[in-house]
């Protein structure tokens, strides 16, 4: 179903509900009230909820990037920043590729207490093996 489908089910569950109520009571107003404040509340809820999950997203690069800076002085790397279009983004995983090891995606995690962690490693060929790695923490 996606992201977002527990939401958008849940909205549309009360949506739904709302109509079915339209239809059976007469105090229509405050139903028709009652509706577009949902749809309001829906379309604020997702507005400030992507604005707060990229400003977490920025906060976890900063912290990411300090670790590997002292972890790894010297070394040079990029974050990989490849959303899909229309999936969410977790806003405490970020995912570097080191210079030296282009083909290999680190994904690191920030913990709620700021520490970070190396989360999970993807290979980009098969010929590499865990004792092959420069950078593995796990």
Do not use: C
């Not at 983004?89 to 700021?114: C, H, L, M, Q, S």
């Amino acid at each position: 179903m996606g992201d977002y489908a527990i939401e958008r089910f849940f909205i549309g569950f009360i949506l739904y509900v709302l109509l079915i109520g339209l239809i059976v009571i007469t105090k229509k107003k405050m139903i028709i009230g009652i509706a577009i404040a949902v749809l309001i509340g829906y379309g604020v809820f997702f507005v400030i909820r992507g604005n707060h999950l990229e400003k977490q997203y920025a906060e976890s690069i900063e912290i990411v990037n300090e670790h590997l800076k002292n972890r790894y002085p010297g070394e040079q790397w990029i974050v990989v920043d490849q959303l899909e279009e229309g999936r969410k983004r977790r806003a405490d995983k970020v995912e570097i590729t080191f210079a030296n090891e282009p083909n290999i995606i680190y994904a690191y995690k920030v913990e709620n207490t700021g520490k970070v962690v190396q989360w999970e490693i993807s290979f980009g060929t098969k010929s590499n093996s865990l004792k092959d790695l420069l950078h593995q923490e796990i």
